[in-house]
């Protein structure tokens, strides 16, 4: 009888600890939603565990797609924040290689300076593609598509301009 009502709690509490790592907040949604299952289970123990999952997945697809569209913002970093902050400021307008195709808004990696960097971009980015750094953020690089490469100047290791 308590056993679905303890479970129901320690999914809370397990899609809290996640949500403190990762702050973005599907996982407070689902935390919420198990809590609620729990709430559910303790107020009326007469309720089965097949109607409490059924409460728990349309709760959770209601929570989720509320969720959506209101944290767009919060979701995709606004890299333009970060452009005057220290050592990232350096990194920014610098030109990074693609080693994978990148979905619009997800990560993948890329090449500045012989060094494998996580890169994420609006737009769609293929293999071999060249990319500039637009900012930084909580260790992933965000990039756009550089339209015209002959309009760029490259840095030398020593500090001279180079095209």
Same mark, same amino acid.
């Given at each position: $009888? !308590?056993?679905?009502?303890?479970?129901?709690?320690?999914?809370?509490? #397990?899609?809290?600890? #996640?949500?403190?790592?990762? !702050?973005?907040?599907?996982?407070?949604?689902? /935390?919420?939603?198990?809590?609620?299952? &729990?709430?559910? &289970?303790?107020? =009326?123990?007469?309720?089965?565990?097949?109607?409490?999952?059924? =409460?728990?997945?349309?709760?959770?697809?209601?929570?989720?797609? $509320?969720? !959506?569209?209101?944290?767009?913002?919060?979701?995709?970093?606004?890299?333009?924040?970060?452009?005057?902050?220290?050592?990232? %400021?350096?990194?920014?307008?610098?030109?990074?290689?693609?080693?994978?195709?990148?979905?619009?808004?997800?990560?993948?990696?890329?090449?500045?300076? #012989?060094?494998?960097? /996580?890169?994420? /971009?609006?737009?769609?980015?293929?293999?071999?593609?060249?990319?500039?750094?637009?900012?930084?953020? %909580? &260790?992933?690089?965000?990039?756009?598509?550089?339209?015209?490469? %002959?309009?760029?100047? =490259?840095?030398?290791?020593?500090? /001279?301009?180079?095209?």
């Amino acid at each position: $009888m !308590y056993t679905s009502i303890i479970i129901w709690f320690f999914i809370t509490a #397990l899609f809290l600890v #996640l949500e403190f790592s990762n !702050y973005n907040f599907y996982f407070l949604a689902i /935390s919420v939603d198990s809590f609620a299952c &729990g709430i559910l &289970g303790l107020l =009326f123990p007469q309720i089965g565990l097949k109607f409490q999952l059924i =409460f728990f997945l349309a709760l959770g697809v209601i929570a989720i797609s $509320m969720l !959506y569209k209101k944290t767009e913002k919060m979701r995709y970093y606004n890299e333009e924040v970060r452009k005057s902050d220290g050592i990232h %400021s350096r990194l920014n307008g610098q030109i990074v290689i693609a080693e994978e195709d990148i979905l619009p808004y997800s990560i993948g990696k890329g090449n500045l300076d #012989l060094k494998i960097w /996580s890169i994420r /971009s609006k737009e769609a980015i293929k293999i071999g593609e060249t990319v500039e750094i637009t900012g930084y953020d %909580s &260790g992933v690089l965000w990039v756009k598509k550089i339209k015209n490469i %002959s309009e760029y100047t =490259f840095l030398s290791s020593n500090g /001279s301009k180079k095209i």
